[in-house]
């Protein structure tokens, strides 16, 4: 029930916002890595908003018939020579992790450039309680793991530096839900981070 409400009403706005945010800090054309890119329609809609794109995925998990390329990796080593990439988008991934900093150093291993990083701060009254049942809504049926490895953003400072990567831009209002929704399920607990190596 609530999983089927997830699916109709926040996913396909989660998405839109989500394409139009990313898309407008990658950069104007070249070949982006979406680690952990799930059904690959984030990275799809990417494509249709910035055409110069290509966008290719690796995830642990591989679902039939994705929106865009898709390869499988052991979520832990990006299958992918160093700065082979323009950049690298992490979309609610590295909270997904046993130890976020290995794929976070990977990410700045391949990129030329930049990283991309879309994710949660654990900050506030109830964040991590809030978190762990969005996590559960919008991910147990498919089978993802679930650590529930929320990072502060002081944690998040120290793993951007050391992987060796410097914040550019973060955005913490995104506007993923609707106004009635988002003093619950926003409320600084979401941040886009656009990083450079």
Not at 46 to 57: M, N
């Amino acid at each position: 029930m609530i999983s089927d409400l997830h699916s109709r009403r926040v996913f396909p706005r989660r998405r839109r916002v989500l394409a139009e945010l990313i898309g407008g800090l990658l950069p104007a054309e070249g070949r982006v890595l979406d680690v952990g890119a799930g059904d690959g329609s984030v990275a799809r809609l990417i494509q249709q908003l910035r055409p110069a794109l290509k966008i290719e995925g690796i995830d642990v998990l591989i679902r039939p018939g994705t929106a865009v390329p898709v390869r499988p990796f052991d979520g832990r080593r990006i299958p992918f020579a160093d700065g082979s990439w323009d950049a690298v988008m992490l979309v609610d991934v590295l909270h997904h992790t046993v130890d976020p900093q290995v794929l976070l150093r990977e990410a700045a291993r391949v990129t030329r450039r930049f990283v991309v990083i879309k994710d949660h701060e654990r900050t506030g009254l109830l964040a991590g309680a809030t978190l762990r049942f969005m996590d559960w809504v919008g991910n147990a049926r498919y089978g993802v793991a679930l650590p529930y490895n929320y990072w502060s953003r002081e944690q998040w400072e120290r793993g951007f530096a050391a992987a060796g990567l410097r914040v550019a831009r973060r955005i913490t209002r995104l506007g993923l839900y609707p106004p009635w929704a988002d003093w619950v399920f926003g409320r600084g607990l979401h941040a886009l981070v656009l990083l450079e190596k």
